[in-house]
């Protein structure tokens, strides 16, 4: 029935309950706007102090960096200006490799084999579900705006491009997860040099002038019966920089076993549960100095990146394309998996999470942004330790959703400007091939420039073109990595919440005697905060 106006009563029932809820909230803001006292707004900026100062950091290291840029400071003084910058990023690198190698032993030996594979397998189902959506992502928006549209003869070419073969780029992947000498991979990484080698190719002996030459003078047929060939030939070679993906299989391994040895493998347990709270503590130092790194590595940044003018039209629509893109990534599909599989709200989660992403946006590093990172995680939203400390160093080495993104986009994008036609079986060959490089792009800044030339070897794109997009690389790798850290946690979140059971049958089988830090004293405190009472992990920060 409906009212003689054509009005449904339900709706209008509706729309007063609406209003009604909103009158209601309102007044319940007010009420907690009015009793904010100073003690209130004094515990609020000291327990997000880190945040806030890393923030500011940032707003303060732009506007330093670009009002410097006019002073035209020489490669000597920009270097000197960004010391204290370089500093951040070393202490970081330092902590990187022990803090791998305690979390993955810890957290691999604290649960049992049957429980690691099934939080494994959750975790690498969950990377190659978001790596595969953020490709496809890159894919779609590059086609839609392509950004390529036009010549490259006007683009601003910089610096050089190493050649690599796919085939030889997936070897070095596979020779690196099982390392000769542990020790040196602590600091080099195996990578496969190219040698010229010249040899003879005999002359086949039906040849007539070979015949006549035999005929005329000897000597002179000995040296055409063989003719000098050139062949570039692989030789084994390294790289300075951490093989994490070696020490990650390795430390997976010996973890489980210290698991299965029980009794036995309980004093290699507590030597490394020690390592990993004492490099923590390290953390909870360093974090005190890192807004002001973090403004000194973006004011370096900023004051030393090239004249904005040589970014033309079509770098800018690629920046543009690759920024929407990101975010798209970032903004939508991430807190969206989270929410459909979590069933909470993921932005009070990624709320937790803002000083690990500013910090990846200044260090440009998901590597060296992984003791904030864990920090974040297990300090502010309470994930448990066994799920951070197996996938989160897990997720830095293999898991790089925004590098996918962006070397599928790339690549097409270098395919636009040679207008060269990409057929559908192509797209697919890019869109495998950058998510299989992904996984090989190391941690470190910079790395998926590398790994581009595999995706556009694949389908016969000149390499050279990479460096047409090199001088906006510094910028978009801040991005990209910031995205890759945002995965990794969403990721860590996912697998604590589909892990319940697993962690809950442990608990029960430890007789609730878990990781010491989660029953007798908070994890990590900070140096001013020893002797407070411990916070609850509601990630909420409240007035």
Partial sequence: MTKSNGEDPRSGNRMERFQQG????????????????????????????????????????TILGFSLRPYKMSYREVKYFSFPGELLMRMLQMLVLPLIVSSLVTGTAALDSKASGKMGMRAIVY????????????????VIIH?????????????????????????????????PNLVEACFKQFKTNYDKRMF??????????????????VSEAMETLTRMKEEVIPVPGAVNGVNALGLVV???SFGLVIG???????????FFDSLNEAIMRLVALIMWYAPLGIMFLIAGKIVEMEDMGVIGGQLAMYTITVIIGLLIHAIIVLPLLYFLIVRKNPWVFIGGLLQALITALGTSSSSATLPITFKCLEDINGVDKRITRFVLPVGATINMDGTALYEALAAIFIAQVNNFELNFGQIITISITATAASIGAA????????TMVIVLTSVGL????????????WFLDRLRTTTNVLGDSIGAGIVEHLSRNELKNRDAEMGNSVIEENEMRKPYQLISQENESVKPLDSETKM
């Fill in 147 to 179: 950004p390529g549209k036009g010549t490259k003869e006007n683009m601003h070419r910089e610096g050089k491009i190493m050649k690599v073969t796919a085939a030889d780029a997936f070897l070095d992947l596979i020779r690196n997860m099982f390392p």
């Fill in 462 to 473: 000149p390499t050279e073109d990479i460096t047409l997009i090199i001088a906006v690389d």
């Fill in 200 to 217: 003879r190719v005999p002359i086949p002996p039906n040849e007539t002038s070979i015949v006549t030459s035999v005929i005329n003078n």
């Fill in 22 to 61: 909103v009158r209601k909230r309102t007044l319940l803001a007010k009420k907690k706007v009015q009793s904010i006292t100073k003690d209130d707004v004094k515990g609020y900026l000291v327990r997000n102090a880190f945040v806030l100062l890393t923030v500011t950091a940032v707003i303060v290291g």
């Fill in 127 to 142: 990377y190659m579900s978001t790596t595969i959506i953020a490709v496809i992502i890159g894919i779609i928006i590059v």
């Fill in 443 to 450: 941690g470190i800044p910079q790395a998926g420039l590398v």
């Fill in 250 to 252: 390795f430390s997976i």
């Fill in 260 to 270: 299965n040895m029980k009794e036995q493998g309980q004093p290699l347990r507590h």
